[in-house]
């Protein structure tokens, strides 16, 4: 049972270049998310997903689009990437009450 | 909407020494609360929950917290650290309503003296 799936783990991009971090999971989880961690500042909630179809904004959404599908995955794309965006990247599911369960992250440096 | 504060920032305790980790949140009801620890350069582990009922919630590795509903705390405890517990925590909270949104404190690192 793989859990939740993120990849790549390791990314560097050049200020301008847009990418999709991708995040699968396999638990039938109603609940995706995800969130950003940055040094001193704990985890933050960019965006989330009650279920396919249904995206919202979480604390810190701006320069991110996510979009939900399937129940399965739930893709964080960077539109125009900024060198604030340097930060490493967890997605996470989760059924109602149970808590999240992660990814093993992605490091994103942007240049 | 809800928040979380940790107000630790770091914590030494000295190895078979007892912990306390605080945890203070704000919501208009009775959430769901949870701590999570992250070793060096790791993933984030899931050590215990508050859903409902008791109070006290017994976690891994010999963790436990105390939800007190009077003091918006979700206090972390620990008997007797060991040195492998050197690690970063985090406390959360979940809305219990439709969207099951968990927001995170900052966290607090413990650090063990030998």
């Known amino acids: 049972n793989a859990g939740v799936t993120q990849t790549p783990k390791f990314q560097v991009l050049k200020t301008g270049q847009s990418m999709t971090l991708q995040c699968a999971q396999d638990?039938?989880?109603?609940?995706m998310s995800w969130y950003r961690q940055d040094p001193g500042m704990g985890l933050r909630l960019i965006h989330y997903?009650?279920?396919?179809?249904?995206?919202d904004q979480g604390e810190v959404p701006n320069g991110y689009n996510v979009s939900r599908s399937t129940t399965e995955d739930f893709p964080l794309r960077l539109l125009s990437a900024a060198p604030s965006q340097t930060s490493v990247y967890f997605c996470?599911?989760?059924?109602?009450?149970?808590?999240?369960?992660f990814g093993q992250g992605t490091r994103l440096t942007v240049v | 909407a809800q928040s979380v504060t940790q107000p630790d920032i770091h914590i030494t305790v000295s190895e078979g020494a007892s912990l306390e980790l605080r945890c203070n949140y704000s919501?208009?009801?009775?959430?769901?609360l949870f701590w999570y620890v992250q070793s060096p350069g790791q993933g984030l582990q899931l050590l215990l929950k508050?859903?409902?009922?008791?109070?006290l919630v017994q976690g891994i590795k010999g963790f436990e917290a105390e939800f007190k509903r009077s003091q918006s705390s979700f206090n972390l405890r620990k008997p007797s650290v060991h040195w492998s517990d050197a690690a970063e925590y985090f406390c959360?909270?979940?809305?219990?309503?439709?969207?099951?949104?968990?927001?995170f404190g900052k966290g607090t690192r413990l650090h063990i003296l030998p």
């Open positions: 996470a599911s989760s059924y109602r009450g149970g808590g999240a369960f």
């Open positions: 638990m039938n989880h109603e609940y």
């Open positions: 997903s009650v279920g396919a179809g249904i995206t």
């Open positions: 919501y208009g009801a009775t959430p769901y």
């Open positions: 508050y859903f409902s009922g008791d109070t």
């Open positions: 959360a909270v979940g809305a219990r309503n439709r969207d099951d949104k968990i927001i």
